[in-house]
């Protein structure tokens, strides 16, 4: 198993749609194994392919809850359907997220608070996750690397997207080929 790039926001395959599985192999099978022992480098929650410069449509998660208990697997081709969205803006202390692809920044993000996601493991086996809170925004936030969509894309607060782009800007970010690699470079920490 071996650590990944992960790419920075302006690599083309985080701004479209990836592609969806035809055949789990031994080489996505390997991509998978990749990616666990990548986002537990990061540290992350949830790491989906495009993000590893793979335009396909896989995600993995990891979180523990407040009692230790972990939850932690792989979806494929996943759907999602969730509740609607509490309308107002987002809390600025319990709704803030990061992303491995725009590493080191936090902003706030109003999510729906319920998801159901309905996919496959990787020997075939139906899986469906019906979560809700943080879970639930971590499955929001994979789901979305995979229509070409990055959390901050979504942010609505008119400063915190002037922020963003000042952010890309300064770091020199927006452009294809950037990545940075858990364990060697710290801009997560």
Known sequence: MAILPIVISGDPVLHRPAAPVTEVTDEIRRLVADMYVTMDEAPGVGLA??????????????????????????????????????????????????????????????????TVVVGTDLEGAPVRLEVDGWRARILQHEFDHLNGVLYVDRLTDPDDRDEVVDIIREQGWGEPGLSWLPGRDDLEG
């Open 49 to 114: 392919a495009p993000q590893v410069g793979v335009g396909l449509r896989i995600f993995v998660y990891s979180y523990e809850d407040d009692h230790g208990a972990p939850w932690r697997g792989v979806v494929v081709n996943p759907e999602l359907w969730m509740t609607p969205t509490v309308p107002g803006d987002p809390d600025e202390d319990e709704e803030v997220e990061g992303c491995l692809s725009f590493p080191g920044e936090r902003f706030a993000l109003r999510r729906s608070e319920r």
